[in-house]
């Protein structure tokens, strides 16, 4: 989640925003797992270069999907985890409806962390570190429908990673429905998805 934050406020680079009339309420809100890092002061950096001030920014913790660390086979843990994020995302629901201001969370990191953390994001987010089993896979396709930045096609009906790096979000490899595709050892400590969603959500 937190992974594909990053891309999303990195990509805002290249976006043109044009902002018409006056009475507008903007808010930032970021899903995440473990921590946030600066990610909301990072949004309002980057945003602000583009004439865009939040009025309000927000963070809903759910289950950190991230499996070369976390264990997510505990699914009791999970769906507390899912539960409490539920919970925030409607009391941000509620805040948005009415348009109040002034919410925001300070930064997590330091700003030696935060540089530390991206350094580390770009040299692990390569796609050889994907590994796929032919003898699972049953060519779905749904690895590269769950792409991002179109990082995977199907050829020869087998997934190929077609780009050197990718967001990590890890969609591919949580949404393997015959778990044929690995990230640095990662399967043994299970897959994720969100138990209100489907696979090809």
């Not at 270069?49 to 991230?66: H, I, P």
């Amino acid at each position: 989640m937190g992974r594909t934050t990053i891309y999303l406020v990195r990509l805002s680079k290249n976006l043109d925003i044009n902002i018409e009339g006056s009475n507008h309420y903007f808010y930032f809100v970021a899903t995440y797992g473990c921590d946030y890092g600066n990610i909301l002061s990072t949004a309002s950096k980057e945003f602000s270069k583009k004439g865009l001030k939040f009025d309000s920014l927000y963070t809903a913790r759910f289950v950190d999907n991230w499996s070369p660390i976390f264990n997510l086979k505990n699914k009791e843990r999970n769906l507390r985890a899912e539960e409490n994020g539920k919970r925030e995302t409607s009391m941000i629901v509620k805040a948005v409806v009415n348009k109040e201001k002034g919410h925001s969370l300070p930064d997590q990191m330091t700003a030696f962390q935060a540089n530390r953390a991206k350094a580390t994001y770009d040299s692990i987010r390569k796609t050889s570190y994907f590994k796929l089993n032919k003898n699972s896979c049953i060519s779905c396709g749904l690895c590269a429908r769950q792409c991002p930045v179109e990082a995977i096609q199907i050829i020869n009906n087998v997934p190929v990673w077609v780009k050197e790096s990718c967001t990590l979000c890890l969609g591919c490899f949580h949404r393997c429905p015959k778990a044929a595709i690995d990230y640095d050892n990662s399967l043994q400590n299970g897959q994720y998805v969100f138990s209100e969603v489907t696979l090809d959500d």
